[in-house]
């Protein structure tokens, strides 16, 4: 199994880490630290080594932030985590606050006074979360302090060691475009921001830079390492050879000049010390670099990571092969439905769903000589009350029964080397109650609102996030997430920069994935998401219209379950939709199904009435 379901959070182990901490800070004039849940490479996923936040808390959510005063003690969490929180860490240590509404530079001016000194790991946090800080900080009076050593390293005795696992090579046939050719691209647009050396900090734009894929981190086939892009193409690629194959080795050479991660600060330096100007995305370039620079006499020209755009634009080879990917995946989910309808209520815990929907994904991916290579996250398998925690992790623990009258939400992914997936499917065990068929149409309608958009060139996902919510909202409910997130090519299944949320700022462009997963969550009851993974299409004439208009290709191919529809909810439109949608998904996946899953499958699919309809 690629999931493992250790408990998610030991509350337990705060008081005792917490304790020791503050000790180290006593000693060392320090009254607070932050921990915040990154690496130094700002990613979703952490090595078990970085995992700090965890280790000293409990929580194991994938976002979050915790301060440690001498007295006091709180953890900032979003939207996601409320109810998880609650269950993982010491409350009577930690007081909970939003990591929206109240995030650590504005709980600062109120917790801080005049004269405090407040700890910081520089490599952890990036060059815009420390001015927000520090302006912060500024404002009361209190220092921030960038630490050259993390007390959490020191404190934690049997902390991991740095993984090492091996790196392989990503064809040129899911790739779609040498290295050699991305490199250069990069170089390019380099000169062009004013800068001699760019620094990739995110593995994801050095894994699509150079054609590789690894294993450092859970279910993102992610190397994790650093590279300087140098304007003149004389780049620099920092990494443990330890990962490295003769073959890897070679090519690699032949692309950059290989070093160990151990001589990264030093070459920055020296690059600073010859005048270089470099170029740190302020969102995902660690602190540490930004003073590395300055304090060595280069010059930091902020500018976004220049790999980003190019690997969120995925090219056509990316675009087939996830097509292929969704086909594959899509055929293994209507095999985990098809069976888990046949179950009896009551027969089953949430656990022994999410290892028989990982076997029909190797079975599939056995069938079709494309091998499920990982999961591409933990699969939320929730079950009732466990359904309306939105990002629940299921464990040993925590594992329902999945009973009758209930709601049972599983929203998974797979990494296939063409491609990477995420659906939500929500199923009904038993007969649903009139309020969850309701609450499903609502969220299906918002669903469906952007999968038909059109929208002209430059939009932002901030400005269609609305439409996946309208139907909700005129029934006074909503969903604490974004409506959507990027999606890598056999990389990160959560890519940004491009998403549709309040907070989703970039234009949306030809060749984007995206998620589509509106919500609702009945706390204490049941949880509804329905997700698609959708593609930005080119922009088209409209017949009759003034302005070519992007669109959506809907990827995911899975059955969305009828049982919970109510027909009388749906436009007509809505209902053409659904149904177009359904006859796509049989014959796109049928033909890799037979027996009973197909029958089934042909049930599942069938189209519902149109009779009375707006």
């Known amino acids: 199994m690629f999931q493992t379901f250790d408990s998610a959070g030991d509350p337990s182990v705060g008081k005792p880490r917490v304790a020791l901490l503050r000790q180290w800070l006593a000693a060392n004039g320090l009254d607070g630290f932050i921990v915040p849940r990154a690496d130094e490479h700002q990613g979703e996923y952490v090595a078990d080594r970085s995992a700090r936040l965890k280790w000293l808390t409990g929580f194991s959510g994938s976002a979050g932030v915790a301060i440690v005063l001498r007295d006091r ?10 109810l998880q929180v609650r269950s993982e860490v010491d409350l009577d240590i930690f007081s909970v606050e939003s990591l929206v509404d109240n995030p650590p530079a504005v709980w600062l001016k ?10 910081f790991d520089p490599w952890l946090h990036t060059i815009g979360e420390v001015k927000a800080l520090r302006a912060a900080a500024d404002k009361t009076g209190a220092v921030l302090v960038p630490l050259e050593k993390n007390p959490i390293d020191i404190i934690w005795k049997d902390q991991p060691a740095a993984p090492v696992t091996p790196v392989e090579l990503h064809p040129i046939g899911f790739a779609g475009e040498l290295a050699k050719d991305k490199l250069a691209r990069l170089a390019t647009a380099i000169g062009k921001d004013g800068a001699t050396h760019a620094v990739l900090t995110d593995p994801s734009s050095i894994a699509w830079a150079f054609n590789i894929r690894g294993g450092d981190v859970p279910h993102t086939p992610l190397a ?8 003149d193409g004389s780049h620099q690629l920092f990494m443990d ?24 600060e030093a070459a920055i330096a020296a690059l600073a010390k010859g005048g270089a100007k470099i170029a740190l995305d302020p969102m995902l370039a660690a602190d540490r670099l930004r003073m590395l620079v300055e304090d060595n006499g280069g010059t930091v020209i902020a500018a976004p990571d220049p790999a980003r755009i190019p690997r969120a634009t995925k090219n056509q080879a990316e675009i087939n092969g996830s097509r292929a990917a969704h086909r594959r995946d899509g055929a293994a989910v209507a095999k985990l439905l098809c069976w888990l309808e046949r179950q009896k209520p009551g027969s089953l815990d949430e656990i022994a769903v999410v290892t028989r929907l990982e076997e029909s994904r190797r079975q599939t991916g056995e069938e079709t000589q494309m091998p499920l290579r990982d999961v591409s996250f933990d699969t939320i398998s929730g079950a009732g009350p466990n359904g309306a925690i939105m990002h629940y992790r299921v464990s040993r623990a925590t594992s329902r029964k999945l009973n009758a009258g209930e709601l049972f939400l599983l929203d998974s992914g797979a990494q296939y080397q063409d491609g990477t997936t995420d659906i939500t499917r929500t199923v009904p065990i038993g007969e649903p109650t009139r309020e969850m068929r309701e609450r499903f149409t609502l969220v299906l309608k918002g669903m469906i609102g952007i999968s038909t958009l059109r929208f002209p060139a430059g939009t932002r996902g901030s400005e269609i996030d609305a439409v996946a919510r309208m139907a909700l909202w005129k029934h006074g409910c909503d969903f604490a997430h974004g409506t959507g997130h990027g999606v890598g090519s056999y990389l990160a299944v959560h890519e940004g920069p491009q ?16 998620s589509n997963e509106p919500g609702y969550y009945k706390e204490g009851s049941y949880g509804i998401r329905i997700e698609n993974l959708i593609l930005v299409t080119p922009a088209e004439q409209i017949e009759g219209g003034d302005i070519a208009m992007h669109g959506f290709e809907t990827l995911t191919l899975a059955p969305i379950d009828i049982r919970l529809v109510r027909s009388d909810l749906l436009t007509r439109e809505e209902l053409h939709w659904l149904d177009a949608y359904h006859a796509r998904v049989l014959a796109e996946i049928g033909p890799m199904l037979d027996g009973e899953t197909l029958a089934w499958l042909e049930k599942a699919t069938a189209p519902l009435p149109h009779d009375a309809k707006i």
């Open 73 to 82: 003690a709180f953890i900032f969490v979003d939207g996601r985590y409320t």
């Open 110 to 119: 109120d917790h801080l006074g005049k004269g405090a000194r407040l700890g």
């Open 241 to 264: 050879s330890k990962k490295f194959s003769r073959q890897v080795a070679a090519y690699l050479t032949q692309l950059a000049d290989p070093h160990e991660p151990g001589e990264f």
């Open 499 to 514: 998403r549709i949320a309040r907070t989703g700022t970039e234009k949306l462009l030809e060749g984007m994935m995206l």
């Open 224 to 231: 994790l390492g650093f590279a300087i892009l140098a304007a």
